[in-house]
C-alpha cells in the first residue's frame, strides 16, 4: 500500500506543521521516574487506546503522584494562564490542557480559576458513579457537552480553554485549537492522536491564519521524542519541531535576508518611502518580500514575548512598517488583514498614525484631489500607484456598468505596467485619463445623448476605434436587443454574435472586429 505521510498532508495543506517547547525544569516531572514508571515499560510500548494507557498510568504511583502535586499543579497553572494571556490569545486561538486524570482535571480548573476569568475554561470528562463532590462540581450532562464543543469551535465565543484528559483526545476537530498544554504521559499512536488535535488547518474571513500547532510539554515526553514516537522516524523527523528551531530561523532570517530590506525602512521621510516603492516596482521582487515577511511574521506570532526577540525588534518593527507601506502602495488589501494582532499591536505602540501610506496619498476621487496629487511633488510612481489604487477602489463593487468598465480598464493598464508593456509616464498619463472620466462619466453621456446601454458600448470601444460615433454605439446596443436570451440560448448568442461581427468588421478592421466583438460580449455577460 503507498504510505501518505503527514509530511505529505502538511504539503497538501490538510494538516499544519507542529513545534513543541519544553515547559521550563522546575516544572517538569522528575525524569527517572518518568523513564522507569512509563518510558522503560514494555507495555507502554505500541499503545493505541487511551484506555489502555490510562491502566499504565494508574500503576505509575510515583509519577502521578509527582504529577499530581498540590504545589507543581499550582505553578503550571500559574505558568499556562500566563502563556495563554501572552501567547495564544492575541492570536485569536484556542488551547488544550490535557491532564494525567479526572482529579487532575479538578484541580488545574481549581488553580487556573485563580489566574483567567472561570468562563475561560471548561473541564470536561465522565462521570462515575462513586465520585468524590470534588470531581461531581464540574459534571456536565450530555446537552451540555455538546454545547461546549460547538461553542468551543466558535473564535469568539467561550470556553477558551477545555480541560481533558481522555474526552475529545481522539476524534474531535476543532480548527480554532492552536495550542496543548500536555500534562499527562503518552506515547506512540495515543501520543500521535492528541496532538493532531492542534495541526488542523484553520482561516477566516478576517483573514485570520493558523500559523502551525503547538504542544508545550509539562511532562518532558517530547525530551525523549524519537522514543515516544518511535514507529514513525519520517514524522519525527520532518513534522514536529523544536521551537528552538524557529528561533534559530528568526534569528538566521534577521541577520541574513532581511538585511537588505532594513536598510530601506530607515529614515522614513517622503523620499524614503519613495525610495522603497521604487524598488519593488519589480512584481517579482515585491512578492519575493511578500513571503519573506509573511514566514517572518508567522514565527514571530509564534515566539511572542519571547524575551528571544528583544534584540530584534526595532528592526522587526521597521520590516513591519515596510511592508504596511508596500502592501498599501501596490495592493488592494486592507493591511489590518495581512498583519497579524501582534504585529498591528507592535505597530500601534512605536509607529504615528498614517507612517504606512504613500507620500501624497489621496483618499477620494474628486477634482481637488486629482489636483493636489498632480502638484503634490512626489514622483511619478507614486502618483501612479496612488491613482490606480483610487480608481480600482472607487470602481469596485459598482452597479454602474460604466465605473465597472473604467475598473476594468485600470486592471489592464495596471498589468501593462506591471508587465513592462508601458512606461511610468505612459500609466500616468492613462490613470489620469480615467480619472477624469470616472468624475465626468455622466456628464458625458447626457451630452452624447445615450443611454446607459449604449453609453458604455460606446465607452469600451472609444479607446480602440477612436472614430466610433454615437449613433453607431446606439445600433449596436440595438443589435444585441433583438437577442435579448442570447447569455443562456446558444443559438440566439451565435446569431448575435455573427450580426455583430457583419457590424464591427468595416468599423474596426479585420485584424481587430474579432476581439472587440468578445469584449462587447463579455461586458455585457457580466
Request: charged share 30%; proline share 4%; with cysteine.
Amino acid at each position: 500500500m503507498d504510505k501518505y505521510s503527514i509530511a505529505e498532508s502538511i504539503e497538501d495543506g490538510t494538516t499544519v506543521r507542529l513545534n513543541y517547547a519544553i515547559a521550563p525544569s522546575d516544572l517538569l516531572v522528575d525524569q527517572e521516574t518518568l523513564e522507569s514508571e512509563f518510558l522503560d515499560l514494555a507495555a507502554a510500548q505500541g499503545i493505541s487506546d487511551i484506555d489502555e494507557l490510562n491502566a499504565i498510568l494508574d500503576r505509575a504511583v510515583k509519577l502521578k503522584e509527582l504529577l499530581k502535586s498540590p504545589d507543581r499543579i499550582g505553578k503550571v497553572a500559574r505558568y499556562v494562564a500566563q502563556h495563554f494571556r501572552e501567547n495564544v490569545e492575541p492570536l485569536g486561538f484556542k488551547a488544550f490542557l490535557v491532564a494525567v486524570d479526572r482529579p487532575a482535571c479538578a484541580a488545574y480548573k481549581e488553580e487556573l480559576d485563580k489566574y483567567l476569568p472561570p468562563e475561560y475554561s471548561q473541564v470536561v470528562y465522565s462521570s462515575m458513579h462513586n465520585d468524590l463532590t470534588e470531581l461531581r462540581k464540574y459534571y456536565i450532562n450530555e446537552d451540555q457537552e455538546k454545547k461546549v464543543r460547538k461553542d468551543f469551535l466558535k473564535k469568539d465565543s467561550l470556553p477558551k480553554i477545555l480541560i481533558v484528559t481522555q474526552k475529545l483526545l481522539t476524534g474531535f476537530d476543532a480548527p480554532i485549537l492552536y495550542c496543548m498544554y500536555l500534562d499527562k504521559p503518552m506515547r506512540d499512536h495515543v501520543l500521535l492522536q492528541a496532538i493532531a488535535r492542534v495541526n488542523r488547518p484553520y482561516e477566516d474571513e478576517s483573514g485570520l491564519v493558523k500559523p502551525c500547532g503547538f504542544v508545550l510539554d509539562f511532562v518532558g515526553i517530547f525530551e525523549k521524542l524519537e522514543r515516544a514516537l518511535a514507529f514513525d522516524s519520517d514524522l519525527v523527523a520532518s513534522v514536529i519541531k523544536n521551537i528552538d528551531v524557529l528561533k534559530l530561523l528568526f534569528e538566521t532570517y534577521m541577520t541574513g535576508p532581511a538585511k537588505e530590506y532594513i536598510a530601506l525602512s530607515k529614515g522614513w521621510d517622503d523620499k524614503s518611502k519613495e525610495k522603497a516603492i521604487d524598488y519593488f516596482k519589480d512584481k517579482e521582487v515585491r512578492e519575493n518580500f511578500f513571503w519573506f515577511f509573511r514566514q517572518l511574521q508567522n514565527i514571530y506570532d509564534i515566539l511572542s514575548p519571547d524575551a528571544f526577540l528583544r534584540p530584534y525588534m526595532n528592526d522587526y518593527q521597521s520590516l513591519a512598517r515596510l511592508y504596511g507601506l508596500i502592501l498599501n502602495a501596490y495592493m488592494d488589501v486592507y493591511v489590518d488583514q495581512e498583519i497579524t494582532a501582534k504585529t498591528r499591536e507592535l505597530l500601534q505602540k512605536y509607529t504615528t498614525g498614517g507612517s504606512m501610506e504613500p507620500p501624497g496619498a489621496i483618499h477620494e476621487l474628486g477634482p481637488k484631489e486629482l489636483k493636489a496629487l498632480r502638484d503634490s511633488g512626489v514622483s511619478d510612481t507614486t502618483k501612479v500607484l496612488n491613482l490606480r489604487k483610487l480608481i480600482a477602489l472607487a470602481s469596485k463593487g459598482s452597479n454602474n456598468p460604466i465605473l465597472r468598465l473604467i475598473g476594468e480598464r485600470t486592471e489592464a493598464i495596471r498589468q501593462d505596467y506591471e508587465d513592462r508593456q508601458i512606461t511610468t509616464q505612459e500609466a500616468l498619463i492613462r490613470f489620469e485619463g480615467l480619472a477624469r472620466d470616472y468624475l465626468n462619466a455622466d456628464k458625458e453621456r447626457e451630452r452624447l445623448g445615450l443611454d446607459e446601454s449604449s453609453f458604455i458600448i460606446y465607452s469600451l470601444l472609444k479607446p480602440e476605434v477612436e472614430e466610433i460615433l454615437p449613433a453607431q454605439a446606439k445600433e449596436i446596443n440595438t443589435l444585441f436587443q433583438s437577442f435579448p436570451d442570447y447569455r443562456w440560448d446558444e443559438k440566439q448568442e451565435q446569431k448575435l454574435r455573427a450580426g455583430l461581427y457583419k457590424y464591427m468588421l468595416p468599423i474596426a478592421g479585420k485584424e481587430r472586429f474579432i476581439k472587440l466583438t468578445d469584449d462587447l460580449l463579455r461586458l455585457r455577460r457580466e
